[in-house]
């Protein structure tokens, strides 16, 4: 087997994921390089949710009997292990929704809907990149639409990078709003969040950062961020689908208006007018995703053990093992960042003539999982004027031996189509 420096003890990790024990298609072993859209979850999310459905099943907050104040101790206390993980200054900025892409459009109709200072409008113009995933694309196309305002972006470099080089014609005195992946779910690309940020708050613009490749993989410190919001999901990082996250800043919080109304948002109602509650419930209609919320509390518990610094340095390692691997591979084209450096876990490619849709038929018949089609960036597809790609995800659970098995099966691929 091969060993590589800063590994994870793999072998114990992966007896905590029943479904990587999976065999497939008549007894293949199931090599799971799928990450990026969804990760596995272990026994431990598994039980904690077993438990909440059986012992302390409830909603939340207004009950006084000892169910709901059992269930209400555990939803917010998945806050404060979020607020934690986060280094969020306070567990009142962390807000609870269903996935990232609420909490993208949950920013976007708060701006569309604020007072000055704060309103986006026909004046002013909204900032994002070509690399973004749709959820953080549509949202402000939404809010220019609505509103008037403009939206321009940062265009890609052809390896993979965005273009900084005009950074202070894109990101002007008119900016309100600039809204950038921390990391790329299709390229791979790590961005200069410093520069960005910089930039932002010199011309007084507000930034939103979407963590959804990040938070899984490496340290998310808020405040190091200097950013004014962060998004990120749960089914990423071994929790449960159907709980998301929004950090933001308490006076933004404070400022700006909900997006949802209904129960629990409110301090008291009448025919004619509402008064709302203090952020986070003020942007939390209605019956939270109470379950899921303590699924992705026990999920930070799991990552927690085992350090992100050191989940970091694994899949660098992996990741690393497989740029090199990949590049063995005759015809075959990494789209974006070809080294390891300053790259996540997710790597996309091309391989020669043949269409991603049927390297990942070909390969899930050998057992590999793998993702194909544009990931939901299809700007970055026409960019590099590709109609898709072929990509492989790796996590804390992902062996040299994944790696491996990829590399066989796309030569069985290129052997099955001549």
Known sequence: ???????????????????????????????????????????????????????????????????????????????????????????????????????????????????????????????????????????????????????????????????????????????????????SNILGTVNPVEAIVR??????????????????????????LQADFVAFTGHKMCGPTGIGVLWGRQELLEDLPPFLGGGEMIETVSMSSSTYAPAPHKFEAGTPPIAQAVGLGAAIDYLSAIGMDKILAHEHAITEYAVKRLLEVPDLRIIGPSTAEDRGAAISFTLGDIHPHDVGQVLDEQGIAVRVGHHCARPVCLRYGIPATTRASFYLYSTPADIDALVDGLEHVRNFFG
């Not at 507000?206 to 808020?222: E, K, N, R, T």
Request: hydrophobic share 40%; proline share 4%.
């Open 1 to 183: 087997m091969t060993q590589l420096p800063g590994l994870l003890d793999t072998e114990a990790i992966r007896k905590d994921f029943p479904i990587l024990d999976r065999q497939v298609h008549d007894g293949r072993k199931l090599v799971y390089l799928d990450n990026a859209a969804t990760s596995q979850k272990p026994r431990q999310v598994l039980d904690a949710l077993g438990e909440y459905y059986e012992r302390y099943n409830a909603n939340v907050h207004r009950g006084v009997h000892v169910l709901a104040e059992e269930a209400t101790a555990l939803y917010e206390g998945a806050r404060d292990k979020v607020a934690e993980f986060v280094n969020a200054p306070s567990r009142d900025e962390v807000i609870f929704t269903k996935n990232a892409s609420e909490s993208l459009n949950l920013v976007a109709n708060m701006l569309g809907w604020a007072d000055e200072p704060y309103r986006v409008d026909h004046e002013t113009e909204i900032v994002i990149t070509e690399m973004e995933h749709h959820s953080n694309i549509v949202p402000w196309q939404l809010l220019a639409q609505r509103t008037g305002a403009k939206l321009k972006w940062f265009g890609l470099t052809d390896d993979g990078r965005l273009d900084l080089s005009n950074i202070d014609e894109i990101i002007t005195e008119k900016t309100k709003i600039v809204s950038f992946v921390l990391v």
């Open 199 to 224: 930039r932002a708050q010199e011309v007084g613009a507000l930034v939103c950062i979407d963590a959804s490749q990040a938070a899984p993989h490496m340290p998310l410190d808020v405040q190091a």
